[in-house]
């Protein structure tokens, strides 16, 4: 079976050689020569991943058409400030081909201004009929790890249970294991904003905090993801699994982890703007927080570290100030969730 996957940076990199190590013919699509005559050529991808040597059967290319003929599947696996770009360039080849594969997203996190999940752009930009095909790929899953066959477990997400068992199909192996989720609202903002938390753990990190305060965060953290997510229409159980508690806690606790890496950075005293030079690979949870607060302020739901996470990264506000105002609110019940 033909699998373009779309974005030849870390994570598509990677994916790209499990699906032929599932014995899938793969074209990458990305866009610079350079990384694709490397990855054809030398079957290395040094920016994004130094150390890991790339099935030679995985091609990659520029031409998007070439890419997407005659594919079963495509998987997008871009960051979420070009999804809106690449699903209206894909929607056009499938308009002019009259393809009708199976749209899969591994991309996790939230579009600036309007807020939307990734199923609501791929849901504006291409027919019903096709964007209802959409499968959410998310769960804790970093691209280093899955390059050396470290086992790993997703959740995959769709309104049709039968795409999400397609691609649990197409993707599961020795050592890559999918459950399927009927909840795409819950599983698309439990990977979106756990990265902004991560980013918090990294800064908690970088001042020297211990163990009890990273738990701490992690499990606030999901208690205002949850709240949220329940407050959106997700099913609060969801926040218990792969793609809620599991990914929070792989993304706030790897070094591997491009948010928290950058947090970590922060609470060392580094400019956000060196940082992101410095990472050269998307760090999704900065653009996620200042939707995370513009959304929870439209939804009118408390998501006080998320918030400060925010003040830090866009008002220059003080960490140690931040983590003041966070200590000092007034005593609260633990389980606070309105409907539930
Ligand atoms: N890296 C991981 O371990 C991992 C794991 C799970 C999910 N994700 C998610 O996958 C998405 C991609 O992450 P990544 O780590 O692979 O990012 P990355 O920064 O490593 O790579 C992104 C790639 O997208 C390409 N790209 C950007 N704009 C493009 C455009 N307009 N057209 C074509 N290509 C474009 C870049 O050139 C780059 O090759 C993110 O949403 C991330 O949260 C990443
Ligand atoms: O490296 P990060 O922080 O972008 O996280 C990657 C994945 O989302 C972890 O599951």
């Not at 699994?241 to 970590?264: E, K, P, Q, Y």
């Amino acid at each position: 079976m033909k699998i373009a996957v779309l974005g030849a940076g870390s994570w598509g990199t990677v994916l790209a050689d499990l699906l032929v190590h599932n014995g899938h013919q793969v074209m990458l699509w990305g866009n610079s020569q350079p990384v694709a005559d490397e990855i054809n050529q030398a079957h290395t991808n040094r920016h994004y991943l130094p150390e890991f040597a790339i099935d030679p059967a995985v091609e990659a290319s520029l031409d998007l058409e070439a890419t997407l003929a005659d594919a079963a599947g495509i998987l997008f696996v871009i960051p979420t400030a070009a999804m809106r770009i690449v699903a209206k360039q894909v929607a056009a080849v499938l308009a002019k081909t009259g393809a009708k594969p199976i749209l899969i997203s591994a991309t996790k996190g939230l579009e600036q201004n309007s807020h939307k999940r990734i199923s609501q752009i791929i849901g504006d930009e291409f027919p019903a009929e096709l964007a209802q095909s959409l499968v959410i790929f998310s769960g804790p899953s970093h691209a280093e790890d899955v390059a050396t066959h470290d086992i790993t477990s997703l959740t995959v997400a769709s309104e049709n249970i039968k795409d999400a068992e397609w691609v649990q199909g197409i993707f599961m192996n020795e050592y890559f294991r999918l459950y399927t989720n009927d909840d795409m609202v819950g599983v698309e903002l439990g990977g979106a904003l756990k990265n902004v938390i991560a980013i918090g753990a990294g800064v908690l990190h970088g001042l020297g905090y211990g163990d009890n305060t990273k738990a701490a965060l992690i499990t606030r953290g999901i208690a205002e993801i949850s709240r949220l997510g329940i407050e959106l229409g997700a099913n609060p159980l969801t926040f218990m699994g792969l793609s809620g508690i599991g990914d929070l806690i792989v993304t706030c606790t790897s070094v591997h982890s491009r948010n928290w890496r950058c947090g970590n950075a922060l609470g060392q005293g580094q400019k956000l703007a060196d940082v992101l030079t410095n990472m050269g690979m998307v760090v999704e949870g900065v653009g996620t927080a200042k939707a995370a607060h513009e959304l929870s302020a439209q939804c009118n739901v408390e998501m006080p570290i998320s918030e400060s996470i925010y003040r830090v990264l866009y008002e220059d506000a003080d960490v140690h100030e931040e983590i003041d105002r966070l200590m000092q609110r007034k005593g609260k019940r633990e389980l606070d969730f309105q409907r539930y």
